[in-house]
């Protein structure tokens, strides 16, 4: 089954929109959907390599804010712990991810990125940047800005509002 993403928001749907017609909720349905896809694509499809990438996404939480406990950062990604703890085990085996003793209690362990996991995580940031300058290359830079800026705003108020979401991590320029 091929996921579509081209699906157009229903014309003159009542709630805040564009000029078109469209929604805010209508399009964060379609983002939603080319997010997804994109995140299918960059998958060399099912099984182990599949596993790998997502496992990869841990280490933009770890290297923005440091060593983490597992439990503490399957909270932050909102994800179920027991596939944190799949995701962390295959990192670990992979050398981009070590255990380090927390320092407050000697019996837990933070995990912390190795410059292998560095490494990953740069051509991972490389690949989002290639893609997003491809994406908004006829974009003027105020353009960019105002847009960058709306969506930070936008963002930061869903996370606000959304109490299961818990405080939003700050952000870096180099999240960007």
């Known amino acids: 089954m091929t996921l579509r993403t081209d699906l157009e928001p229903a014309a003159g749907r009542p709630g805040p929109g564009g000029r078109d017609g469209s929604s805010l909720s209508d399009e964060l349905t379609r983002l939603s959907r080319v997010l997804h896809a994109l995140k299918t694509s960059s998958l060399s499809g099912p099984g182990p390599d599949a596993r790998e990438r997502a496992a990869h996404t841990l280490l933009f939480p770890l290297t923005r804010l440091g060593p983490l406990r597992q439990g503490a950062l399957a909270e932050l990604v909102h994800a179920d712990p027991s596939t944190v703890s799949r995701h962390v085990t295959l ?3 992979r050398g981009l991810v070590r255990g380090a003793a927390d320092e407050l209690d000697g019996r837990a362990s933070r995990l912390v990125v190795t ?4 490494a990953v995580l740069e051509t991972m940031r490389q690949e989002r940047d290639r893609l997003l300058e491809q994406v908004t290359a006829d974009w ?35 999240d960007r």
């Open 91 to 93: 990192l670990v085996e």
């Open 115 to 118: 410059p292998a996991g560095e």
């Open 140 to 174: 003027a830079p105020q353009e960019l800005d105002a847009f960058t800026r709306q969506l930070h705003r936008f963002v930061q108020g869903l996370t606000d509002h959304l109490p299961n979401l818990g405080p939003a991590a700050p952000c870096t320029e180099k």
